[in-house]
Structure formats: structure tokens, C-alpha cells
């Protein structure tokens, strides 16, 4: 898939392979926003529910101080509270920090900070030929095998329209709508 398809239509959480049981596991994203105020740094700095760092924005061609916050780590309500009035001053940046975030497993119950490598983790995912096919969660997965499988394919009458449009010629052909309807029919069922 494209890298502008990846994160314009990432919904807050994905599926992915959980790194201690290897089983299907939910990822939720950081908050990421930028601090300008200098006296805002130095709370952020020092609060243990936060991490910061300075990344280079390619679209503004300036260096932003980030706050980088795991909402399901913490339940601080006043937490909460001061991020959502902080965020509405501030401008968030998540396309600055795309790796970050929770890991969640139902199995094994680990829940904890997460360096997310994408596609390679993705949880819905098959090789064909040297290249993945993958999906954000089971739904789309759900909605690109119901494409694949179609005589007539119509991307406007599937659900997950987005999807449908970014996956490449590679999996269309009719070579290979065999091998990967067989594919993900066998990774549907495993789940």
C-alpha cells in the first residue's frame, strides 16, 4: 500500500500482532501536540505521565517541541481535562509522530507503551510475491477480500471505499486472486 494511504485514513486504533503472545492485539495512538510557551515546557518536562521531544515538521521547516501522551495508560480525569484545553490552544501534530502508542492484548492482557512497526506488525497482513497486502483492523480486511473475490469488482458499492482504492494491481490480477482469496480466507478463519 501507498504511504499516504497509510496514515490518511489510520482510525484511532488498529490491529496488530501482539509482541509477547503473537495473537490478535489492539493498538491506540498517542496524543501528539506542540507547545510553544516555554513555562508550558517545563510541567510537561517534569510530569511523569509525559514525554517530550523536538521533531523536525517538513511541512512548516521548523524544529516543534512535542508532548506525547498515552491516553490508555493514564485515568486521570484533571488529566484529561488539561489536555483538552491544552490541545484546543495548541496545534496537534500527529503526522509528526506516526510510531508511538498502547498495545492492548485480550490473550496474554499485557497493556503497555508500544514502538509500532508498520505493515510488518499488522495483525491482518499476507505476502504475495514479496508484498504485503494488509488492513487496519478486520472490517477493511473483511471488505478487501470481498473485492478481491468479486467478478465485477465495484469499489463504491463495498464498504471501506478508501481502502479499496489504494490496493495495488499486484493482488487484482486474475493470477493472483486465487492464491490470495486462499490467503486471506485462512487468515479470517485462524481469528
Not at 21 to 43: T, Y
Not at 86 to 98: E, T
Not at 140 to 157: L, P
Amino acid at each position: 500500500m501507498t504511504y499516504s494511504y497509510q496514515w490518511f485514513s489510520a482510525p484511532k486504533e488498529i490491529s496488530i500482532v501482539c509482541p509477547v503472545c503473537h495473537k490478535e492485539a489492539l493498538f491506540q495512538f498517542a496524543s501528539v501536540f506542540h507547545v510553544e510557551k516555554k513555562q508550558d515546557r517545563i510541567f510537561f518536562e517534569t510530569h511523569p505521565a509525559f514525554e517530550t521531544t523536538t521533531v523536525y515538521d517538513s511541512y512548516t521547516y521548523t524544529h516543534k517541541f512535542c508532548v506525547i501522551f498515552y491516553p490508555a495508560l493514564n485515568s486521570n480525569p484533571e488529566l484529561d481535562i488539561f489536555l483538552e484545553c491544552h490541545k484546543g490552544l495548541n496545534n496537534s501534530v500527529p503526522h509528526l509522530i506516526k510510531d508511538k502508542g498502547v498495545v492492548f492484548c485480550p490473550s496474554c492482557l499485557i497493556k503497555r507503551k508500544h514502538q509500532l512497526n508498520w505493515p510488518q506488525e499488522a495483525y491482518y497482513c499476507i505476502d504475495y510475491k514479496g508484498q504485503l497486502l494488509w488492513a487496519f483492523h478486520r472490517p477493511a480486511f473483511v471488505s478487501i477480500y470481498d473485492y478481491i473475490q468479486a467478478k465485477i469488482r465495484d469499489r463504491h458499492v463495498a464498504g471501506h471505499f478508501i481502502y479499496l482504492l489504494h490496493i495495488p494491481r499486484h493482488f487484482l490480477t486474475q493470477h493472483a486472486r486465487t492464491e490470495v482469496s486462499k490467503k486471506m480466507r485462512r487468515l479470517l478463519l485462524r481469528v
